[in-house]
């Protein structure tokens, strides 16, 4: 047996690194493992060797088999080296200029978030910025959201394994969890402990949530959100900057109207509606764009503010859903999948 476990590995040797393509190789690899295969074979005679002689035999077989695995696996290496060599075509010669010597262009999701930063600094915000990982203080506690509510689930957050470190993000409370932030009201927290009012701030950033990704959705998406806190903020200040920002962003004919809503962090709070039959593709007399409120009371007292002093207003729209109005863009995915075609529709 040792003669013809020789004569395999000698015949698999010729003829393995002969086969060009992932067909040959299967039907080589059949007719030498396969259930009908020549090593096959052999390992069958196993049970008329002497009892004696059988463990020499099995080493010798074992051996046989891991050899000729190898050349096997070299061989279906070489076909997979091939494909892709095919796919990739001739080799690039990187010293070569660029055929494409057309300049850059900005991100779509990048104009309107710098567009909607100048509109707010000319009207005294400044931009603040904030870790998108965070723990569930800054992200819920501190916003008045409560333990049970539906927001701090699993199936809604994404949380990090409790084992999980992060020296640049220090928690307030020591049982709390890490997660990725759900929204960008989070860095309204932090700049309130930052010191006394007033404070102004504009707080553009990337949010995650357990979203189905599908036309209007997204795993991840960008958020822009402003705080004003000072002495005699009312609910008109707040309706006066939507209608200004609006107005400057998407034209001069754009109204904006408030819908009483819930939000945990401010009360009244409302869902603001625009009209935007002006732009492409936009055909409801009214589009959702975005919540806003006084803040809470509940949430100037988790900052140390006196709540009997300090009011203020706080509102938050998705960038992507900006962005689809403006340009007429109408399936969210289009942002991720740096497609050229459609980035450079944007220089």
């Known amino acids: 047996m040792q003669d013809q476990l020789s004569a395999l590995l000698a015949k698999a040797a010729v003829e393995l690194p002969t086969l060009q393509t992932r067909p040959e190789f299967e039907a080589a690899k059949a007719r030498y493992v396969g259930p009908n295969g020549e090593l096959t074979a052999l390992m069958k005679q196993m049970g008329a060797v002497p009892k004696e002689q059988r463990p020499v035999v099995g080493k010798l077989i074992n051996e046989t088999k ?8 070299a061989a279906l290496t070489r076909i997979g080296d091939a494909e892709l060599a095919a ?7 990187a010293t070569l200029p660029s055929p494409d010597c057309g300049p850059g262009t900005h ?4 104009l309107v978030r710098e567009e909607m930063c100048r509109i707010l600094r000319k009207v005294g915000f400044t ?4 870790p998108e990982v965070e723990t569930e203080y800054y992200c819920f506690d501190a916003l008045n959201t409560p333990s049970d509510h539906p927001a701090r689930d699993e199936k809604d957050t994404f949380y990090f394994p ?5 020296g640049n993000v220090s928690k307030k409370i020591p049982e709390e969890k890490y997660l990725l932030r759900t929204h960008t009201s989070s860095v309204q927290i932090r700049s309130m402990l930052k010191g006394p ?21 997204s795993a991840n998406f960008h958020q ?20 200004y920002i609006f107005a400057s962003l998407l034209g001069k004919d754009t109204k904006t109207r408030f819908r009483p809503h819930y939000f945990g962090y401010t009360e009244p709070s409302f869902e603001v509606d625009l009209t935007a039959t002006h732009l492409p593709k936009v055909k409801k007399p009214w589009i959702e764009i975005g919540g806003c409120g006084m803040v809470d009371p509940t949430v100037f007292e988790a900052v140390g503010y006196d709540p009997e002093i300090w009011t203020g207003y706080a509102f938050g729209m998705g960038l992507e859903r900006l962005a689809m109005l403006l ?21």
């Open 197 to 217: 009012p007033p404070i102004r701030i504009v707080s553009p950033g990337r949010v995650y949530r357990r979203d189905t990704t599908d036309a209007t959705h």
């Open 127 to 130: 931009v603040a910025d904030g």
């Open 107 to 110: 991100h779509p999701l990048t």
């Open 66 to 73: 891991t050899q000729l695995q190898s050349q096997l696996d």
């Open 327 to 347: 340009y007429g863009i109408d399936d969210i995915r289009y942002f991720y999948q740096n497609d050229l075609r459609f980035l450079r529709q944007f220089a």
């Open 162 to 166: 409790e084992s999980a470190r992060f």
């Open 87 to 93: 796919q990739l075509g001739p080799a690039v010669d």
């Open 224 to 243: 822009l959100e402003c705080l004003y806190v000072d002495k005699n903020v009312t609910v008109r200040d707040l309706k006066a900057l939507l209608d």
